[in-house]
């Protein structure tokens, strides 16, 4: 018996398929982006420079970029941690430390913003101690970094565990058997293999981190020009009903996405090669 292929459909059905793709990312992809530009742009250029050079916009930006530089570096050294002990050893509990990798992917953002301030809060489990000592986490930016490195946990860890699974140890142990050792190992072996899923995770986690909103939200008491980061600048300028600088502000975030998603092809594109390699 004879089946028809898969992509042997007629080229009406086809095109009504891809044509409603292209329209349903057009609407709630493509407008919306554009929208953010035009909107930061209707009052000119010089008003969409001064929109970005006022001082509250500054200090979000600012906070922002520390908040984003330390969470990724703390989740990219960790990441890599978690999944070379997952994938490299053998241990009781692997199966419960995969579950807890995930865990950010489905606690809400504003559920893990709470828990921290019940945790650091001034009425929190260590509040009193952090009071004494006058350590101040939540309403600062400890507390964003904080929140910002648990949503933003995941993102390395999950696209390095399934690449080392499918690389397996041989390699590594070849080293070891020629006299390498610790660092050299994953310098020279481990590392070359797995770089460009390691700056791919690296890159969906700076994205995250830069525009998260719900768990900064919480931790960080909206304190404008000190607490909050460009997401919260711009719902406070849209509440005051300044629309063209929070639209401004905005972009910075929409021009992330854009770079986000051109290096997020030509990364995909190199993964793909190395896989592809590898399995010739």
Not at 93 to 105: M, R
Not at 251 to 272: D, M, Q
């Amino acid at each position: 018996m004879k089946y028809a292929p898969v992509r042997s459909e007629p080229a009406m059905v086809k095109w009504a398929v891809v044509g409603l793709a292209a329209a349903f990312i057009g609407l709630f992809i493509l407008l919306p982006l554009i929208s953010v530009f035009a909107q930061a742009l209707v009052k000119g250029w010089e008003a969409y420079a001064a929109a970005l050079v006022e001082p509250d916009a500054l200090a979000a930006i600012e906070l922002t970029l520390i908040v984003t530089a330390i969470s990724v570096t703390a989740n990219t050294v960790m990441g890599l941690v978690m999944a070379w002990a997952i994938t490299k050893f053998s241990f009781r509990g692997k199966s419960f430390l995969i579950t807890l990798i995930d865990l950010p992917f489905s606690v809400s953002p504003v559920v893990a913003g709470l828990v921290f301030v019940l945790l650091f809060g001034a009425q929190g489990y260590f509040g009193p101690w952090l009071s004494d000592h006058d350590i101040k986490i939540i309403f600062a930016w400890p507390g964003i970094t904080l929140a910002t490195i648990f949503v933003t946990f995941p993102f390395v860890a999950r696209e390095l565990i399934p690449l080392m699974q499918e690389q397996g140890t041989t390699e590594e142990e070849a080293a070891v058997t020629l006299g390498a050792h610790g660092w050299r190992v994953f310098s020279r072996v481990t590392l070359p293999n797995i770089k460009w899923a390691l700056l791919y995770g690296v890159l969906l986690c700076n994205a995250r981190a830069m525009g998260e909103f719900g768990a900064v939200s919480v931790v960080s008491g909206h304190v404008r020009g000190e607490t909050n980061t460009i997401p919260l600048q711009v719902e406070i300028l849209y509440n005051e009903y300044q629309f063209q600088a929070s639209f401004a502000v905005a972009s910075l975030l929409a021009s992330l996405a854009i770079v986000t998603l051109l290096a997020k092809t030509f990364l995909e594109s190199r993964v793909h090669a190395r896989r592809a390699g590898r399995g010739h």
